[in-house]
C-alpha cells in the first residue's frame, strides 16, 4: 500500500506557480489582457497600408501609400497638418493617437485577393497592426475585409466601387469611405439625361468580375430609369488587352451610346481602341455616338490621353474642388510630392485620419469601441462637404462628383472637369437595397479579436 | 456579312501580331532548339522603344508664364520641346507626331543588341540543357525585364498616339459595294497588318534568297553536316536570334498605338504565340505564320455575342482547344516536320 505524499500547503503552492506559468504566456501578449487583438504596447501604435505596389494598379497604390504616409505625418505632428486643420473635429492635436507615436508598415496586395490576405495577416499576426488601411480592387476588398473581420482588427477599405462591400459581403470590422456603383448611376443619370436626352440605345462592355458585374446593374438600373434602352451587355475578360473583337459588333448594333463598365488599364485600352474605331464619329439613329465611362481615376484619365475628351464619368472626389479640405490637402500632398493627390489618395488619407479621430473619441483602440464611434458618425472638412458613415451597413455617404475629359487640357494633369457635385440626398439608398443584397445583408458582430 | 468582314480583318490584324512574334519564337527554336520564355519581352522592349522615342522627341525646357498658375497657385511652368525650338513649331510637331513610325531607327540596333546580348550572355550557356530548364531561366529573365521596364516606366499603360494621318477609320464597305459605314476599320489597324505582311514577307526573302539565309535553313536542317563544311553555323545562328529580336521588336513598336505599352504586355502575348507555334508546328516557319493568322480569325469569331450565346466562355478557350485537337490528332502541328513531337 502506498503512502501520497500530496499535502493542501503543497497543492496550493504547486497549483498557483503552475496556474501563474500559464497565464504569464498570455498576460505577455498584447491582447491577453487587453480583451482585443494587438492591443498597443508602450508609446507607440503601428497600422497596416496594404496597397498594390506591384501589378496593373500598382500606380494607385503607390499614390494611396504616399498619402498614408502623409496623414501620419500630420498624426505626429509633422508637416503642415493638412486636413487636421479643416476637420469638423477637433480631437487631433499632432501628439498621434491617445498620445501614442503612430507607426506604419506596408504590404503589397498585388491587387490578387489571396496575395492581399497573405499580407494582411502578416502585418496583423508578425507586426501587431491595429487597423489595416487601403487597397485597390473590390475582390481584394471583399476578402481583406473577411480576414480582418475574424482576425478582429478594423478594416478600411481603398479603393473599392463595387456594391458588395458594403452590401452582401459588407462586415462589421469594416468601413468604407469610397463611393459605389449604384451612387455612380444615381449621379450620372441625370446629367446624361440633360446632355443626352432619354431616347438612347446603350451598349455595356462590362469586366467579368464582381466589380463590373455590380456597375453594370447600377448603371443600367439608372440609364433606363432615364428612358434608355440597353441594347446588350457583354462581359469582358479582365485584362483582354485588345478589346477589338468586342467592340467590332458594336458599330452595327444600333446601338448610339457605348458604356464601358471597365477599369484601369482596361478601361485605357477599350476607350482607345473604341475611339479608333471611328465609335465617337459616327451617327446612329440621327445622334451623335456617344462613350461613357462611369467610374474615373485620374490616373486612369492620364492613361486615355486625348480619347477621353468629352467623356462622362464620376468620382468620389477630385483635386479641383474648391473646399478648404481639398485645398488644405493638395496643398500639403503637392508640396511634398509635386503633384496633385488621386481620389484613391484621398480616400486613403481620409480614412487614416477618421480611424484616428475615432479611437481618439472612443477613448481606445478596441476595434469595437472604434466600430461604435464610426458608426452614424458625422463630420465635416475632408472634401466632398458634409459626410456620414452610416452605422446599418459602414458605407460612407457624401456628394459625389460628375465628371468630364476636359477638352482643351493646359496641363498634364488638367485631364478631367468637375461637371456637377451630386448632392449627397440624390445618392443614398437603403440599406436593405437590393443591389446591396437586401434585408439578408448583415454587418454581423463586431470582432475585438482575442 | 458586314459583321462577319469585320471579324476577319480583326482576327488578320490580331493574327499577323502572332504570327510575327510566333515567327521569332519558331526561328530561334528552329535554328538553335531553344524554347524561349522571354520572347514576349522582347515585343514590349520594342514597345518601350515608341514609348522612349516619344518621349525623346517630347524633350522639353521649361518656360515660366507668370499670366497662368498651376494647382498649386504658382506661376505655370511651360515645357517648350526642344525639336519645336530647333526645327520651328510646324516641322518640330510634325516630327513629334510621327515618333511611332521614327522608332524602327531606335528598335533595330536596340533588338539587335538586346538579342546578341541575351543570346550571349545567357541563352548560349543552356543549348544542351533540358527543355525545361530553358523554360524556367528565360521565363525569369522576362520577369526581370519587366520589372525593370517598370522601374524606369512605371506601371501604369502609356498612351503612345500614332500619327495624326492615320487617325479614324478606312470605309471599306463602299469599296466592296456596301452601304456606307458598314464596313469601317480602323487606318492604323490596316497599316499594322500590312507591316506584318512585309516583315515576314522579308524574313522569309532573307532566309530563301540569300546565301546567309540559305545557309540558315541547311543548318536548321542538319547543323552537323554544315558545321563539318567548315561553316561558323553557331556564328550564323546567334545573327538569327537578333533577328529574332529585331522582328519581336518591330511588332511591339507598331502595336503600341493599339495597345498602350505597360511593362506585362509581352506576357500576355507570349502564352497565346507559344500556342500558335505549338499549332503551326515547331521550327516551321510558314506554320507558325498560318497558325497566327488561323488563330487570331477564330479568336474573333469567338469573340462574337451570336457564338458566346452558344458556347458561353468559347472566347477565352478557343485557342487552347484548337491546341489539344492539333495536338491530339496531329502532334507535329499544321505544318511541322515529320517526327517532331511525334514520339
Known amino acids: 500500500m502506498s503512502k501520497s505524499n500530496f499535502s493542501r500547503r503543497g497543492v496550493l503552492k504547486t497549483g498557483a506557480i503552475a496556474g501563474a506559468g500559464l497565464a504569464l504566456p498570455t498576460y505577455l501578449r498584447a491582447d491577453g489582457h487587453s480583451g482585443f487583438t494587438n492591443a498597443p504596447q508602450g508609446d507607440t501604435v503601428k497600422i497596416g497600408f496594404n496597397v498594390p505596389q506591384t501589378g496593373p494598379y500598382a500606380e494607385e497604390g503607390l499614390d494611396e501609400l504616399r498619402a498614408q504616409e502623409l496623414a501620419v505625418e500630420h498624426l505626429n505632428g509633422m508637416g503642415d497638418g493638412g486636413m487636421l486643420n479643416t476637420f469638423s473635429e477637433k480631437n487631433l492635436d499632432g501628439t498621434g493617437i491617445l498620445g501614442k507615436k503612430v507607426e506604419f508598415v506596408t504590404g503589397d496586395t498585388q491587387t490578387k485577393s489571396d496575395v492581399a490576405r497573405a499580407s494582411a495577416q502578416s502585418m496583423i499576426q508578425k507586426d501587431g497592426c491595429i487597423m489595416i488601411n487601403g487597397g485597390s480592387s473590390s475582390g481584394v476588398a471583399v476578402a481583406v475585409q473577411g480576414l480582418c473581420q475574424e482576425a478582429g482588427v478594423i478594416f ?11 452590401g452582401k459581403d459588407r462586415k462589421a470590422n469594416g468601413f468604407r469611405h469610397f463611393f459605389n456603383g449604384y451612387m455612380s448611376g444615381a449621379a450620372l443619370g441625370p446629367v446624361l439625361e440633360n446632355e443626352y436626352g432619354n431616347e438612347r440605345r446603350a451598349y455595356h462592355l462590362t469586366a467579368d468580375y464582381n466589380w463590373g458585374w455590380t456597375q453594370q446593374e447600377s448603371i443600367q438600373a439608372a440609364t433606363e430609369a432615364i428612358g434608355w434602352q440597353t441594347a446588350e451587355t457583354v462581359l469582358t475578360p479582365v485584362g483582354a488587352g485588345d478589346f477589338s473583337s468586342y467592340i467590332a459588333p458594336v458599330l452595327n448594333s444600333g446601338a448610339d451610346t457605348l458604356i464601358l463598365n471597365h477599369y484601369g488599364g482596361d478601361m485605357v485600352n477599350s476607350l482607345t481602341q473604341a475611339v479608333q474605331f471611328g465609335l465617337r464619329d459616327k451617327q446612329v439613329n440621327g445622334k451623335d455616338f456617344t462613350i461613357i465611362v462611369p467610374l474615373y481615376s485620374e490616373l486612369m ?4 490621353g486625348s480619347n477621353i475628351q468629352g467623356v462622362f464619368g464620376s468620382m468620389n472626389w477630385n483635386w479641383q474642388l474648391q473646399d478648404e479640405g481639398t485645398k488644405a490637402f493638395v496643398k500639403s500632398f503637392g508640396e511634398k510630392y509635386g503633384f496633385p493627390p488621386s481620389n484613391a489618395a484621398h480616400t486613403c488619407y481620409v480614412q487614416t485620419l477618421l480611424y484616428a479621430d475615432a479611437v481618439t ?12 464611434a464610426l458608426e452614424d458618425f458625422d463630420f465635416d472638412g475632408m472634401g466632398n462637404g458634409p459626410t456620414t458613415y452610416r452605422g446599418a451597413d459602414h458605407q460612407c455617404f457624401k456628394d459625389v462628383l460628375v465628371m468630364k475629359g476636359k477638352e482643351n487640357p493646359t496641363n498634364q494633369y488638367d485631364t478631367l472637369e468637375i461637371v456637377e457635385v451630386t448632392p449627397r440626398a440624390q445618392v443614398e439608398y437603403a440599406a436593405d437595397h437590393p443591389m446591396f443584397g437586401g434585408a439578408e445583408a448583415s454587418l454581423g458582430d463586431c470582432n475585438p479579436g482575442a | 456579312m458586314d459583321v462577319i468582314l469585320v471579324q476577319i480583318l480583326n482576327g488578320l490584324d490580331k ?13 530561334i527554336f528552329g535554328t538553335l532548339g531553344v524554347v524561349n520564355f522571354a520572347h514576349g ?70 533588338m539587335l543588341f538586346v538579342g546578341w546580348a541575351m543570346e550571349r550572355g545567357l541563352i548560349k550557356h543552356f543549348y544542351k540543357r533540358p527543355h525545361a530548364d530553358q523554360i524556367l531561366v528565360t521565363f525569369g529573365l522576362a520577369i ?31 469599296w466592296l459595294g456596301m452601304d456606307p459605314g458598314a464596313v469601317a476599320y480602323p487606318m492604323w489597324r490596316m497599316v499594322y497588318f500590312f507591316f506584318a505582311a512585309a516583315v515576314i514577307a522579308a524574313v522569309f526573302a532573307f532566309l530563301q534568297f540569300t546565301t546567309f539565309g540559305m545557309v540558315v535553313r541547311a543548318g536548321m536542317a542538319d547543323r552537323e553536316t554544315v558545321g563539318m563544311l567548315g561553316i561558323d553555323i553557331d556564328k550564323r545562328f546567334t545573327l538569327m536570334f537578333g533577328l529574332a529580336a529585331c522582328v519581336a521588336g518591330l511588332a511591339g513598336m507598331m502595336y503600341a498605338p493599339i495597345l498602350s505599352p505597360h511593362y506585362n504586355i509581352g506576357m500576355d502575348f507570349l502564352v497565346l504565340s507559344f500556342v500558335v507555334v505549338v499549332v503551326g508546328g515547331m521550327g516551321s516557319l510558314p506554320g507558325a505564320v498560318l497558325a ?46 515529320k517526327g517532331v513531337m511525334e514520339e
Open chain 1, 156 to 166: 478600411m477599405a481603398g479603393l473599392t466601387h463595387s456594391n458588395d462591400t458594403t
Open chain 1, 361 to 372: 473619441r472612443a477613448g481606445t483602440f478596441n476595434p469595437c469601441g472604434v466600430v461604435e
Open chain 2, 292 to 337: 497566327g493568322f488561323v488563330l487570331g480569325i477564330l479568336q474573333s469569331f469567338a469573340s462574337m455575342n451570336e457564338v458566346k450565346a452558344i458556347l458561353p466562355g468559347i472566347d477565352q478557350i478557343i485557342i487552347y482547344l484548337v491546341a489539344i485537337i492539333i495536338l491530339l490528332t496531329r502532334p507535329r502541328g499544321l505544318m511541322g516536320r
Open chain 1, 301 to 304: 484619365a492620364a492613361g486615355a
Open chain 2, 41 to 110: 519581352a522582347l515585343f514590349m522592349i520594342g514597345a518601350f522603344c515608341a514609348v522612349t522615342m516619344q518621349r525623346f522627341l517630347n524633350l522639353s525646357q521649361t518656360v515660366i508664364d507668370e499670366t497662368q498658375t498651376d494647382f498649386l497657385g504658382n506661376p505655370l511652368k511651360v515645357e517648350v520641346p526642344y525639336v519645336q525650338s530647333w526645327f520651328g513649331e510646324a516641322a518640330g510637331a510634325a516630327i513629334q507626331d510621327w515618333s511611332v513610325p521614327l522608332s524602327i531607327l531606335l528598335v533595330i540596333p536596340v
Open chain 2, 15 to 27: 493574327g499577323a501580331a502572332y504570327a510575327l512574334i510566333a515567327l521569332g519564337l519558331t526561328l
Open chain 2, 144 to 174: 526581370v525585364i519587366g520589372e525593370i521596364i517598370k522601374a524606369f516606366y512605371g506601371a501604369n499603360p502609356i498612351q503612345t498616339p500614332m500619327p495624326s494621318a492615320f487617325i479614324g477609320t478606312i470605309d471599306l464597305g463602299t
